[in-house]
């Protein structure tokens, strides 16, 4: 629980309101020590205790908070997990070389670090994470000394087994097991195997594990962000080590800055091609941290820079990919990498066919990097039989026609009227019957038109008429040039 | 750097059928302005502009077109077959959508000097104050120093100072007709506004001719053609006193 909105030693309530009643979700500690529970009525702890303060319990701010802390752990390990509403669990295998630190070290200095935040920490270690939780919550040294409450099982087991005079996981580890399992099923034996370290579980960490990651502690925290760049550039050489190494290149970095006060502040770049140098990497970062909305606060400063590599491919395939030919220019990929770091991915785009019907559909949008596709050669001899423009949606507009299934003699567009001198047509495009059983739609009966002024247009009409519509409408759908 | 005298040579738009457009090509490193004469010409003016970049371009440099996402322009999306029917090969085009017109002209600084494209066409509607003649002279300097070519594609504004080496009007205009009264060809109408240190007020009639990548004088599409002679192009005269072609 936050302190940091109350004094530490205030007494307040989180409240729900569950039923019609408002209920207390969790206490202050130094509400617990006034007698008072959670799942009470704020009514009845009220009549116990008149200046109760009671704040509006929110879940999903817990969770969000949770995660916060989580990624605020990952200094010590990739693999941090949360459970539960308000337990995070650490996979420290292989890490403490790194740390330079033991399990007490470890343990120590998060629960200091998160002392300093305010919050009130139980930590503890242990072989598996389910008897590290155990020990946490139970707060007891060795997993021996844990109740039989430890093992979360359903019902009234730990009553049984309490009965039965077995009240420490000691106590039943002495036993043999197949009895136990006989009388509280296999649950119970999966749990103590996993109590006892005999049996470990999977962590799914919160964030992916990076493929490639490298960092940079500090002695003394960095107040400043000039010199983040440089220490990005240093980075970047030892990832570009380890990429080497494997003959790929990143085509995602991304640099976790910690900040001391637990805050963690990610900034992530894309590129089209793979990347392996540092000068290439440091210079999107540098426009990533320019075009920042909300620039980067250093606070106490950074203690500790993490760069990984989540995305990387072979770094033969497709380097050749925007420029096939040998223009003489200097390549456009870094270019457009940069572009779209600072406007975004969204903004960025290259022309891709589709093999459909509708004309709307025959061509789509697809991120700049992706490869060129072959566009189907026109016709020769032909004039353009599309337009440049394509009106989203098509616009309607009043048509003149001499019969109502003939060709447009003049049409209204914008408030303006255009005499029709040059028509070819129609071009009949049915709706894709083919696709679903159940698609129906008009046919469209498209017609190139020029005017007087020398102005070509596409227009259409939706619906054949008389067979499909009494009273068929016109769109315009395009201009030509 | 990039160097540019490299591209001295290239740096001529003339081609056998242009003589009509008279001593004065379009740089290959300058900046060139396409007003689309009335409200409805803004697609007559785009396709002039990247039909002269395509034409200038060698061996298929991509190009880079770049629009506002949200304006009035935003309604027309550039449809991908009716670039390839025009001959532009849709997938050597990389479109770029920005939010305002600040960062338009700031990714366009950045394009043009960064020299990898062959062309650079930027669409702008409206008045774009912010498109000054700082802003403009910026563009110049820098497609001089990377050798790409600026298109500045403008619709429903009036044409004011800038540093562009060459400014065109731009109408659509009727096509020759094909038989059965079928629309041809794109034919556009072509004002020379102004052209940096040389004459203006030339007017031409220009027909796009997809299969040689070239601009023609519109023909009548019943008579023969005529072997090697090049079409002449059909020049008035902006007044008596000067002559735009020889």
């Given at each position: 629980?936050?302190?940091?909105?109350?004094?530490?030693?205030?007494?307040?309530?989180?409240?729900?309101?569950?039923?019609?009643?408002?209920?207390?979700?969790?206490?202050?500690?130094?509400?617990?020590?006034?007698g008072?529970?959670?799942?009470?009525?704020?009514?009845?702890?009220?009549?116990?205790?008149?200046?109760?303060?009671?704040?509006?319990?929110?879940?999903?701010?817990?969770?969000?908070?949770?995660?916060?802390?989580?990624?605020?752990?990952?200094?010590?390990?990739?693999?941090?997990?949360?459970?539960?509403?308000?337990?995070?669990?650490?996979?420290?295998?292989?890490?403490?070389?790194?740390?330079?630190?033991?399990?007490?070290?470890?343990?120590?200095?998060?629960?200091a670090?998160?002392?300093?935040?305010?919050?009130?920490?139980?930590?503890?270690?242990?072989?598996?994470?389910?008897?590290?939780?155990?020990?946490?919550?139970?707060?007891?040294?060795?997993v021996?000394?844990?109740?039989?409450?430890?093992?979360?099982?359903?019902?009234?087991?730990?009553?049984?087994?309490?009965?039965?005079?077995?009240?420490?996981?000691?106590?039943?580890?002495?036993?043999?097991?197949?009895?136990?399992?006989?009388?509280?099923?296999?649950?119970?034996?999966?749990?103590?195997?996993?109590?006892?370290?005999?049996?470990?579980?999977?962590?799914?960490?919160?964030?992916?594990?990076?493929?490639?990651?490298?960092?940079?502690?500090?002695?003394?925290?960095?107040?400043?962000?000039?010199?983040?760049?440089?220490?990005?550039?240093?980075?970047?050489?030892?990832?570009?080590?380890?990429?080497?190494?494997?003959?790929?290149?990143?085509?995602?970095?991304?640099?976790?800055?910690?900040?001391?006060?637990?805050?963690?502040?990610?900034?992530?770049?894309?590129?089209?091609?793979?990347?392996?140098?540092?000068?290439?990497?440091?210079?999107?970062?540098?426009?990533?941290?320019?075009?920042?909305?909300?620039?980067?606060?250093?606070?106490?400063?950074?203690?500790l820079?993490?760069?990984?590599?989540?995305?990387?491919?072979?770094?033969?395939?497709?380097?050749?990919?925007?420029?096939?030919?040998?223009?003489?220019?200097p390549?456009?990929?870094?270019?457009?990498?940069?572009?779209?770091?600072r406007?975004?991915a969204?903004?960025?785009?290259?022309?891709?066919?589709?093999?459909?019907?509708?004309?709307?559909?025959?061509?789509?949008?697809?991120?700049?990097?992706?490869?060129?596709?072959?566009?189907?050669?026109?016709?020769?001899?032909?004039?353009?039989?599309?337009?440049?423009?394509?009106?989203?949606?098509?616009?309607?507009?009043?048509?003149?026609?001499?019969?109502?299934?003939?060709?447009?003699?003049?049409?209204?567009?914008?408030?303006?009227?255009?005499?029709?001198?040059?028509?070819?047509?129609?071009?009949?495009?049915?709706?894709?019957?083919?696709?679903?059983?159940?698609a129906?739609?008009?046919t469209?009966?498209?017609?190139?038109?020029?005017?007087?002024d020398?102005?070509?247009?596409?227009?259409?009409?939706?619906?054949?008429?008389?067979?499909?519509?009494?009273?068929p409408?016109?769109?315009?759908?395009?201009?030509?040039? | 750097?990039?160097?540019?005298?490299?591209?001295?040579?290239?740096?001529?738009?003339?081609?056998?059928?242009?003589?009509?457009?008279?001593?004065?090509?379009?740089?290959?490193?300058?900046?060139?302005?396409?007003?689309?004469?009335?409200?409805?010409?803004g697609?007559?003016?785009?396709?002039?502009?990247?039909?002269?970049?395509?034409?200038?371009?060698?061996?298929?440099?991509?190009?880079?077109?770049?629009?506002?996402?949200?304006?009035?322009?935003?309604?027309?999306?550039?449809?991908?077959?009716?670039?390839?029917?025009?001959?532009?090969?849709?997938?050597?085009?990389?479109?770029?959508?920005?939010?305002?017109?600040?960062?338009?002209?700031?990714?366009?600084?950045?394009?043009?000097?960064?020299?990898?494209?062959?062309a650079?066409?930027?669409?702008?509607?409206?008045?774009?104050?912010?498109?000054?003649?700082?802003?403009?002279?910026?563009?110049?300097?820098?497609?001089?120093?990377?050798?790409?070519?600026?298109?500045?594609?403008?619709?429903?504004?009036?044409?004011?100072?800038?540093?562009?080496?060459?400014?065109?009007?731009?109408?659509?205009?009727?096509?020759?007709?094909?038989?059965?009264?079928?629309?041809?060809?794109?034919?556009?109408?072509?004002?020379?506004?102004?052209r940096?240190?040389?004459?203006?007020?030339?007017?031409?009639?220009?027909?796009?001719?997809?299969?040689?990548?070239?601009f023609?004088?519109?023909?009548?599409?019943?008579?023969?053609?005529?072997?090697?002679?090049?079409?002449?192009?059909?020049?008035?005269?902006?007044?008596?006193?000067?002559?735009?072609?020889?």
């Amino acid at each position: 629980m936050r302190e940091g909105a109350a004094p530490p030693d205030a007494a307040f309530a989180l409240i729900a309101k569950q039923r019609g009643a408002q209920r207390i979700m969790a206490l202050s500690p130094a509400a617990l020590t006034l007698g008072l529970s959670a799942g009470m009525m704020l009514a009845d702890a009220r009549a116990q205790e008149p200046d109760l303060a009671a704040l509006e319990h929110r879940p999903e701010a817990d969770h969000a908070l949770l995660l916060r802390l989580a990624e605020a752990c990952e200094r010590y390990t990739p693999t941090v997990a949360p459970h539960g509403d308000d337990a995070l669990v650490l996979d420290l295998t292989g890490c403490f070389d790194i740390l330079a630190m033991d399990e007490t070290g470890v343990r120590d200095d998060l629960v200091a670090r998160l002392s300093r935040l305010g919050f009130r920490a139980l930590a503890a270690c242990a072989g598996t994470p389910d008897a590290a939780l155990a020990l946490a919550r139970f707060g007891k040294r060795s997993v021996r000394e844990l109740p039989v409450a430890a093992l979360g099982l359903e019902g009234d087991a730990h009553l049984a087994l309490g009965r039965a005079g077995l009240r420490t996981i000691g106590q039943l580890a002495d036993r043999p097991r197949a009895p136990l399992v006989a009388r509280f099923g296999k649950a119970m034996s999966i749990a103590l195997a996993h109590l006892l370290e005999e049996q470990d579980r999977r962590i799914t960490p919160h964030r992916a594990l990076p493929p490639i990651w490298v960092e940079q502690r500090f002695a003394e925290p960095m107040a400043t962000v000039k010199p983040l760049l440089g220490v990005i550039e240093r980075l970047a050489g030892q990832a570009r080590d380890l990429l080497v190494a494997r003959g790929r290149g990143g085509r995602r970095y991304e640099v976790s800055l910690f900040r001391t006060d637990g805050h963690v502040a990610r900034l992530a770049i894309d590129s089209g091609l793979p990347l392996r140098e540092p000068a290439d990497v440091v210079r999107l970062f540098r426009e990533r941290i320019d075009s920042l909305s909300d620039p980067l606060d250093p606070g106490f400063g950074y203690d500790l820079l993490r760069m990984s590599v989540p995305l990387h491919e072979d770094v033969s395939e497709g380097q050749d990919r925007l420029d096939e030919e040998d223009t003489g220019r200097p390549d456009l990929a870094p270019l457009l990498d940069r572009l779209q770091v600072r406007f975004g991915a969204e903004c960025l785009h290259r022309f891709a066919p589709r093999d459909e019907h509708l004309p709307e559909y025959a061509d789509r949008l697809v991120p700049a990097a992706s490869p060129r596709q072959p566009w189907p050669q026109p016709e020769a001899g032909e004039p353009p039989l599309r337009p440049l423009f394509l009106f989203e949606p098509p616009q309607p507009v009043t048509v003149l026609a001499e019969v109502p299934d003939g060709p447009p003699r003049r049409f209204g567009w914008q408030g303006r009227q255009h005499r029709v001198v040059r028509q070819e047509g129609p071009e009949r495009l049915a709706y894709p019957w083919w696709k679903t059983v159940e698609a129906t739609g008009p046919t469209r009966d498209y017609y190139r038109i020029e005017d007087e002024d020398g102005r070509r247009f596409w227009l259409f009409r939706h619906g054949l008429y008389g067979s499909e519509k009494a009273d068929p409408r016109w769109y315009l759908h395009g201009v030509f040039a | 750097m990039f160097d540019s005298s490299r591209l001295k040579p290239a740096a001529s738009l003339v081609q056998p059928s242009l003589e009509g457009w008279p001593d004065a090509p379009l740089r290959q490193d300058g900046v060139h302005e396409f007003y689309a004469a009335g409200e409805q010409d803004g697609a007559a003016a785009l396709a002039l502009g990247l039909l002269c970049a395509v034409q200038a371009r060698r061996n298929g440099e991509p190009s880079l077109w770049l629009r506002l996402a949200k304006s009035r322009q935003a309604r027309q999306r550039p449809y991908a077959p009716g670039l390839a029917e025009l001959g532009i090969d849709p997938a050597t085009m990389v479109l770029m959508r920005l939010p305002d017109l600040q960062s338009l002209l700031r990714a366009a600084i950045d394009c043009v000097r960064h020299g990898g494209a062959g062309a650079v066409v930027m669409e702008m509607d409206g008045r774009a104050p912010a498109f000054d003649l700082t802003a403009s002279r910026r563009l110049a300097l820098a497609a001089e120093q990377s050798g790409t070519m600026v298109m500045i594609v403008r619709s429903g504004a009036d044409p004011t100072p800038s540093a562009a080496h060459t400014r065109w009007q731009v109408a659509s205009a009727p096509s020759v007709p094909l038989p059965g009264n079928a629309p041809g060809g794109p034919v556009f109408d072509v004002t020379l506004l102004r052209r940096r240190g040389g004459r203006d007020g030339l007017n031409l009639q220009l027909e796009w001719d997809r299969e040689r990548s070239a601009f023609q004088a519109p023909r009548s599409g019943r008579a023969p053609l005529s072997g090697d002679n090049p079409a002449l192009p059909a020049v008035r005269t902006g007044d008596a006193g000067r002559r735009s072609a020889a």
